[in-house]
């Protein structure tokens, strides 16, 4: 197994957690079973207590029109796959100019910006364990049924990319603090905002340490600078625990914590009772 070193506080988007060695996923790799899976970490915490970390290598870096369909590879950054559709007049993959990540993650968590999510134009996906067809996958919002590194992805593809499309997402990322972040921190409950509820119960701009939720977008846990993961997790849990006391709902983490005693079937995020 190859490795490459990894410094979290300057590669993950929250700019923060430790320097680690994280192996590589290359095609002559046939499990991953040990190790757990990440993208860009533009929508993770990474703790002290780190599991074993594995990414895909730049041989998963590509993107090519091959069949009248575009395929991606799952280590392609969405900046470089926005500016292929812009160079070669691609529609549908204009919202990923503002959505950070690489296609395995985006696919993973079904990415996307309002009714523009990346499924809509899903054909398959290919795994580990072969390809899978977007009927035999079930996917919402910010959710997919799929449990194994996606090593490619390939969509529908039509032509006329939309220059007006460009503006309408930078104006709806323009609520949105440029302060390091791993994006929304919580799901939005069904009919309601997770902003709101943070607000609601008084953490809107509530400072522990160096890391709030900030007070442009109460959904975005941002690092002012030096930020620790304790603080945060506090502030996760404290948002968790308020919120289930005062409107009874449970705000589920949109953020993937990266640190084992938070992680798994028991991990106390996942827990409910107050
Ligand atoms: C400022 C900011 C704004 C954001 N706004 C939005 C938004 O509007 N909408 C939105 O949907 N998201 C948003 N995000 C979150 C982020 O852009 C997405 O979640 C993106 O999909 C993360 O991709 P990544 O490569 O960084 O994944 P990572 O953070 O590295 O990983 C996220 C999850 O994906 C899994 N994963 C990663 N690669 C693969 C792979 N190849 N195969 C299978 N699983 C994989 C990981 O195991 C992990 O569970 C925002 C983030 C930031 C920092």
């Known amino acids: 197994m190859r490795y490459k070193t990894i410094d979290f506080s300057k590669y993950s988007s929250f700019k923060m957690g430790p320097t680690l060695e994280v192996a590589l ?35 998963y870096d590509f993107i090519k029109i091959e069949n009248e369909r575009l395929v991606i590879g799952g280590a392609t950054p969405s900046g470089k796959i926005a500016s292929f559709c812009k160079k070669h007049n691609i529609a549908n993959f204009e919202f990923l100019s503002h959505l950070p990540g690489k296609l395995g993650g985006l696919v993973y968590m079904n990415a996307g910006l309002k009714e523009y999510e990346i499924f809509n134009l899903l054909i398959d996906v290919s795994t580990l364990s072969g390809r899978k067809q977007k009927s035999e996958i079930e996917y919402g919002y910010r959710y997919t049924t ?34 390091p972040s791993a994006g929304s921190c919580f799901k939005n409950p069904k ?79 996942l827990k409910k009772e107050v």
């Not at 996923?25 to 046939?30: D, N, P, T, V, Y």
């Not at 529908?156 to 104006?171: A, I, N, R, S």
């Open 25 to 59: 996923l290359e095609s002559s790799i046939q499990s991953i079973d040990s190790y757990y899976l990440i993208g860009s970490c533009n929508n993770t915490l990474v703790g002290p207590q780190t599991p074993n970390l594995i990414t895909l290598s730049k041989e």
């Open 146 to 179: 799929i449990t194994e590194p996606i090593l490619q992805a390939s969509f529908e593809l039509e032509y006329g990319f939309d220059v007006k499309k460009l503006e309408m997402f930078k104006d709806m990322r323009s609520n949105q603090p440029s302060t």
């Open 191 to 269: 009919g309601d905002y997770a902003g709101r509820l943070i607000e609601a119960v008084g953490l809107k701009g509530f400072m522990r340490g160096a890391i709030c939720f900030s007070k442009e977008h109460a959904n975005f846990l941002v690092n002012n600078g030096g930020g620790v993961f304790e603080d945060a997790i506090w502030l996760i849990q404290e948002a968790q625990k308020r919120v289930f006391d005062k409107f009874d709902i449970w705000l589920e983490c949109e953020i993937v914590v990266l640190d084992e005693r938070y992680m798994g079937s028991n991990s106390p995020l």
